[in-house]
C-alpha cells in the first residue's frame, strides 16, 4: 500500500486528498506509463507545432488579411495551444492514476476540442484568403 | 512482474518520443529568429529563442538521463517520473505566454 506522489507535482488539492483516502494503488505494468508519456510528449508537440504555427503567420506573412485579423489568428492558434499543454499534463496524471488503480481510463474532450479548434481556425483563413484575396 | 520484461524497445521509443519534442522546440527557436521583414528580431523575440533553445537543451538531456535510467536494471518504482514532465510542461507554457504576448505586442 503506498500513496500517490503525482497528485503533489500537477497541483490540485482534490486530488492530492482523493489520493490520501485510495488504500490500492499498484505500480502499472512499465510499458503503459511509458505510453502514457509518449501520450504526454505528443500533446506537447502538437502544441509547439500550433505555437510555430502562430509565429509563422506573424513573421512569414505581411501581406495576409490586415494587421489586426493576423495578429486575431495568430493569438487564437497561441491560445489553442496553452490550452494543449494544460490539458496534456492534467490528463497524464489523470491517466497514471487511474492505471495505478486499474481503473477504466478517463473520458477526454482534448482531442474534440483541438479538433473544433483548428476547424475553427482553418475556417478563418478560408475566409480571410476570400476576402482580401492574396496579394 | 513487470520490470522482467525487455525494456528495450520501450525506452527507445520512448527516448525517440522525447528526442522529436526537442526537435520541436528548435523549430520553434528558429522561427522566432527569422524575419520576413528587415528590422531584426525585437528583444522578446531573442528572449522567447533563448527560451525555445535552453527547453531544447534540457529536453535532449532529460530523455538521456530517462534512457539511461529505463535501460539499466532494476527499473525505478514507481517508472513515472512526474518531475520531468513537470520541467517540460511548465516550460512550454511559459513558453506559448511568452510568444501570446510577443504576437500581440507586434
Do not use: C
Amino acid at each position: 500500500m503506498r500513496r500517490l506522489r503525482y497528485g503533489i507535482y500537477f497541483k490540485s488539492r482534490t486530488m492530492s486528498r482523493r489520493n490520501r483516502e485510495t488504500a490500492e494503488e499498484r505500480e502499472p505494468d512499465y510499458r503503459f506509463t511509458l505510453a502514457n508519456e509518449r501520450t504526454f510528449l505528443s500533446w506537447i508537440r502538437t502544441a509547439l507545432a500550433l505555437l510555430a504555427a502562430a509565429v509563422a503567420i506573424t513573421q512569414f506573412l505581411p501581406d495576409f488579411g490586415t494587421p489586426y485579423l493576423r495578429k486575431t489568428v495568430a493569438a487564437l492558434l497561441a491560445l489553442l495551444s496553452i490550452a494543449a499543454v494544460l490539458g496534456s499534463a492534467l490528463r497524464w496524471e489523470a491517466s497514471q492514476r487511474a492505471m495505478r488503480r486499474e481503473a477504466a481510463l478517463p473520458r477526454t474532450a482534448m482531442p474534440w476540442l483541438l479538433a473544433l479548434g483548428v476547424i475553427a481556425i482553418g475556417m478563418l483563413v478560408i475566409a480571410l484568403t476570400l476576402v482580401y484575396g492574396s496579394r | 512482474m513487470a520490470a522482467s520484461a525487455p525494456a528495450g524497445l520501450q525506452a527507445e521509443r520512448t527516448y525517440l518520443a522525447w528526442s522529436r519534442t526537442s526537435l520541436a522546440f528548435a523549430v520553434n527557436g528558429i522561427l522566432l529568429l527569422l524575419r520576413y521583414e528587415t528590422p531584426g528580431p525585437g528583444w522578446l523575440h531573442w528572449v522567447a529563442a533563448a527560451m525555445a533553445f535552453v527547453l531544447l537543451l534540457l529536453t535532449v538531456v532529460m530523455a538521456m538521463r530517462r534512457q539511461w535510467v529505463l535501460s539499466h536494471k532494476p527499473l525505478p518504482e514507481p517508472i513515472a517520473d512526474p518531475r520531468v514532465l513537470q520541467v517540460l510542461g511548465y516550460g512550454t507554457l511559459v513558453l506559448g505566454i511568452t510568444i501570446l504576448i510577443l504576437l500581440l505586442m507586434v
